[in-house]
């Protein structure tokens, strides 16, 4: 069974970067599957920020598109999110999840959450 | 990117049945049979419960359902439990290769 767990920073300033990794186990990354993350504001709904397939190709939602970065490191068995110039509004529980199939996750770490604030 | 139309609140008491729907676009939901439905209690990772419009997991009750018809996706739970008070997010494959998610439905089981 697939494992993920979320990593990184739980503070950080307007405009600089978000930075996360999320530590797959169980699985090896090089093998298959869709890799992503989805964010929830506090007391909001869920938002799919990115995905990427072993091979690398990549999909983003077009409304953070411009700020994100999505990025697989099979020898350590890991992949990462990075979100540039983040605002207030960024400010969510961020999720690392896993699809078999690209329509839907399958299995999800346990979220972290990350404010934005000076 | 447009996020899919759910019910924000719906409630049932136990032993009940009720049914959430998500509505979108015939650029989403109605264009592909391509939408799961995950299951949140408060605190916890969302848990997926339908995927490919019908499709239940290994694990998951058969007493979740799910169906589409057009541009909505519906989730039945029969014999409503306690346990099944939590929020429901429906999400749908998009003509852009997008994923987008409805904006959840909190059930509340009376």
């Known amino acids: 069974q697939v494992q993920l767990q979320e990593s990184g920073p739980g503070l950080v300033k307007p405009s600089e970067t978000l930075s996360l990794t999320c530590d797959v186990s169980g699985y090896s990354l090089s093998r298959g599957y869709y890799w992503g993350w989805i964010r929830q504001p506090p007391g909001k709904g869920l938002e799919w920020i990115t995905s990427i397939y072993h091979s690398g190709t990549t999909y983003y939602n077009p409304s953070l598109k411009s700020r994100v970065t999505i990025s697989v490191d099979t020898s350590r068995n890991q992949f990462s999110l990075r979100l540039s110039s983040v605002t207030a509004a960024d400010t969510a529980i961020y999720y690392c999840?896993?699809?078999?199939?690209?329509?839907?996750?399958?299995?999800w770490g346990q979220g972290t959450l990350v404010t934005v604030s000076s | 990117q447009s996020a899919l139309t759910q019910p924000a609140s719906l409630s049932g008491s136990p032993g009940q049945s009720i049914t959430i729907s998500c509505t979108g676009t015939s650029r989403d939901v109605g264009g592909y049979n391509y939408v799961s439905w995950y299951q949140q209690h408060p605190g916890k990772a969302p848990k997926l419960m339908i995927y490919?419009?019908?499709n239940r997991p290994s694990g998951v009750s058969n007493r979740f359902s799910a169906s589409k018809s057009g541009n909505t996706a519906s989730l039945t739970i029969s014999g409503l439990q306690a346990e099944d008070g939590a929020d429901y997010y429906c999400?749908?494959?998009?003509?852009?290769?997008?994923?987008?998610f409805g904006g959840g439905t909190k059930l509340t089981v009376l």
């Open positions: 999840a896993s699809h078999w199939s690209y329509d839907y996750f399958d299995y």
């Open positions: 999400c749908s494959y998009t003509s852009d290769y997008t994923l987008v």
């Open positions: 490919d419009v019908t």
